[in-house]
């Protein structure tokens, strides 16, 4: 069965222009997903992680056989290197998600605080922790993730200066479930209680009513056809 994605993505409150981004690329072999969020106090941050989202789904979109993680890392570093001296004062995070339909196989590469993790009945179970100095704590309690004021400073980033190289996780996600990613203006906002319909319009229209949404919010959903 195929899948497809539904987007969500509102700018803060409080910013001047919404900075996140989100793409993704279903073809016969691979299913490629990714969200970013570009940092609000450094400069082109929101065309600079655009940029690098769409560059690394189209560089990716071309392998029509497996994608190894090498694959990936390469791809994620050539590209880098050919943005940066456009982009040498921007910061960010991303997060990309890679399905092999054949093998089942799930690659999850991210730097900084975007989040994957699957839906059931309106519950989120995030499958990774940002990269924030709540967590470099060893702070593993999900209300302090979303609530300390050290959430909002990274150890580990997307930078244009310098690139890091991605923490990668082989994820196993049940893919029966919708899968989530999301940057971090959507996950520190609790409780969730999202909407147990999956549509574009119950979600847009339940985000676009919560309080205190001062940062982006971008959620990014991977449903069955015909869910939307």
């Known amino acids: 069965m195929m899948n497809e994605g539904i987007l969500i993505t509102l700018k803060g409150t409080e910013r001047a222009s919404n900075q996140d981004f989100a793409t993704w690329h279903i073809g016969q072999r691979n299913e490629i997903w990714m ?5 609000t106090g450094a400069k082109d941050s929101g065309l600079f992680v655009s940029t ?14 497996k ?19 456009k982009f040498v004062c921007s910061k960010g995070s991303f997060l990309l998600f ?11 590469f991210f ?5 994957i993790g699957t839906l059931t009945e309106g519950n989120i179970k995030w499958s990774v922790l940002p990269h924030n100095m709540v967590v470099a704590k060893q702070i593993t309690d999900e209300h ?4 300390l004021p050290e959430r909002n400073i990274l150890f580990r980033k997307l930078s244009g200066r310098r690139l890091e190289r991605p923490e990668y996780l082989q994820l ?5 479930l919708p899968v989530i990613l999301a940057t971090d203006g959507f996950w520190s906002l609790l409780p969730v209680n999202l909407p147990e319909e999956i549509s574009h319009s119950s979600f847009h229209s339940h985000l676009e009513m919560k309080k205190n949404r001062a940062d982006d919010l971008t959620v990014l959903l991977r449903v069955r056809k015909g869910n939307q």
């Not at 969200?35 to 940092?39: L, N, P, S």
């Not at 730097?111 to 989040?115: A, E, I, N, S, V």
């Open 52 to 65: 690098f989202c769409e560059e690394i789904i189209q560089n990716l979109a071309s392998v029509s056989d």
């Open 35 to 39: 969200i970013a969020d570009g940092a």
């Open 67 to 85: 994608i190894l993680p090498a694959v990936v890392f390469d791809s994620i570093e050539t590209i880098h290197s050919s943005i940066r001296k």
């Open 111 to 115: 730097l900084g605080d975007c989040r």
């Open 172 to 176: 196993r996600l049940d893919l029966s």
């Open 98 to 108: 890679i399905v092999d339909r054949e093998t089942k196989e799930q690659h999850c």
């Open 144 to 147: 302090k993730i979303c609530t």
